[in-house]
């Protein structure tokens, strides 16, 4: 196997009821930074644009609002004053030991943003980050799961102090130890990935080479 972590990972979600917040400290802000500093050496072609203007700003065209378990427990109660129901966003924040909300920087600035290809390369790099935190959680024997995020990609945005001008691309999620009795589900499309030979097609010279050559 070329790269056994890449196998290794699997979204896990774990799913204890948000009233009974599962025990323990979380993880550190140290060990959080060092999977970060990993992701943070993925790939990317193009400043963000608060970086070319000068301003001092980040070049990265992602931006991470990290959440310790005191901050996701915390954070439990406040969703309630929201008018979106939080769903199993409440139960995730009551399991996690750490949660990295992995927003990315639109071009257009605040409102609707377009498809550019700038932005796509934006969204490309900022998923290329994501999936190296990952593999660096793997790595370190910590379970994981990426969210599109629910409420957290909204209305919780001003509870938190994200600025209205990112978007979130993922709410990773970072776990214990999966204690007894409690609910995890596994992600749903798992079980129906295919063999690369079903996703990829070789080309070959015969049909590039000019006529003649
Ligand atoms: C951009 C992105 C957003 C995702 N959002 C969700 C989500 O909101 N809910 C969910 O159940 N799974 C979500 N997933 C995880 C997928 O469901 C999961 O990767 C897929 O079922 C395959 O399972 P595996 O990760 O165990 O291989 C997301 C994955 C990606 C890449």
Not at 29 to 56: D, I
Not at 123 to 142: C, D, P, R, S, Y
Not at 166 to 175: S, Y
Request: aromatic share 6%; with cysteine.
């Amino acid at each position: 196997m070329i790269n056994d972590t890449a196998w290794k990972r699997h979204t896990v979600k774990l799913l204890p009821d948000p009233a009974q917040p599962l025990p323990g400290d979380g993880l550190s802000r140290e060990a959080v930074g060092a999977m970060l500093a990993a992701a943070g050496a993925a790939p990317f072609h193009r400043a963000c644009a608060a970086a070319r203007a000068g301003r001092g700003d980040p070049v990265e065209p992602w931006r991470v609002h990290a959440l310790d378990k005191a901050a996701c427990l915390a954070l439990i109660p406040r969703l309630d004053t929201l008018s979106t129901p939080p769903g199993k966003i409440a139960n995730m924040l009551a399991a996690a030991d750490a949660l990295l909300l992995v927003t990315w920087l639109p071009e257009e600035g605040e409102g609707d943003w377009g498809a550019s290809e700038m932005n796509m390369e934006h969204v490309a790099a900022a998923g290329a980050m994501i999936q190296t935190l990952l593999l660096a959680a793997t790595e370190q024997g910590i379970g994981s799961y990426w969210s599109s995020g629910g409420v957290l990609a909204g209305e919780a945005f001003g509870l938190l102090g994200i600025g209205a001008e990112e978007r979130l691309l993922g709410a990773v999620f970072l776990w214990p130890d999966l204690p007894d009795g409690i609910e995890a589900a596994p992600g749903k499309l798992r079980g129906q990935r295919g063999d690369p030979e079903r996703w990829t097609r070789w080309v070959d010279a015969q049909g590039i080479e000019a006529p003649g050559s």
